[in-house]
């Protein structure tokens, strides 16, 4: 079983508290464990099967956390940005950790679906090119969109020189579209359209690995993922 610091674990769990913080409550009696104050802030335990508390209060563990985030326009995909906000900044203080990233990448203007964990396995598996995780997208076009281009799409055309895998078109409408991808290539679904000399004039993603992005969610809102969308993308 993993055991750490407890001050490392105070400060990993509850992320608004620094690690000399941390350290500080403990050496003030305000960290229990098992019902027992705890002093020393090297002190080993148990995250899965001891009870720390601070002031009084569970400090529930979580080894990991998974966020879904419903990204606005104009919001980068990275964890530290000199110019524009980042994902990680429309986060609320309770789902706010040390080790955050986005798990993958979506230009600043597109919108929707953006996994931001602290996982950095499972954030491998769905974003290495060899998993060929499934990725939706609504897409709005300046022009109708020919159904000839479904077929092109599912044979794997090529861009720039490069293969890409079959994607699957389904049209929704004159101008609207459903895209799904199994691979993420640089401005890949503009470039698609753009080949076909139309434009993507609105992007969202709304599902990766068959989550959906919850309906609820507006945009810049987050939640963190329901146990049974955790494993359908540690599954898939
Ligand atoms: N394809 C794009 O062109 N942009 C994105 O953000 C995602 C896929």
Excluded: W
């Excluded at 990680?88 to 789902?95: D, Q, S, V």
């Excluded at 679906?113 to 602290?118: C, H, N, P, S």
């Amino acid at each position: 079983m993993e055991v750490q610091r407890l001050d490392r674990f105070i400060a990993s769990q509850l992320s608004e508290i620094s690690r000399s913080a941390a350290r500080e409550l403990i050496r003030r009696g305000e960290v229990s464990v098992n019902g027992a104050a705890e002093r020393s802030p090297e002190k080993k335990i148990s995250p899965e099967a001891d009870e720390i508390t601070l002031f009084g209060k569970p400090v529930g563990y979580k080894k990991h956390l998974y966020i879904m985030l419903n990204k606005p326009s104009g919001v980068v995909c990275s964890t530290r940005d000199g110019l524009s906000e980042t994902v990680l900044n429309l986060l609320p203080e309770g789902l706010r950790r040390k080790g955050l990233f986005p798990a993958g990448r979506l230009d600043k203007d597109t919108v929707g679906f953006v996994l931001i964990t602290d996982d950095g396995e499972l954030a491998h598996r769905i974003l290495s090119p060899k998993s060929h995780v499934e990725k939706t997208y609504f897409v709005k076009l300046r022009d109708p969109c020919p159904p000839s281009v479904i077929d092109v799409f599912s044979g794997g055309m090529t861009l720039d020189g490069e293969r890409l895998l079959p994607a699957r078109l389904e049209i929704l409408g004159e101008r609207e579209c459903r895209l799904t991808l199994r691979e993420g290539k640089y401005h890949q679904i503009k470039r698609m359209f753009s080949s076909f000399e139309n434009e993507v004039v609105y992007l969202k993603r709304t599902s990766i690995a068959g989550v959906e992005l919850d309906p609820d969610l507006f945009e810049g809102q987050a939640r963190e993922l329901t146990a049974e969308e955790v494993s359908a993308l540690e599954t898939r």
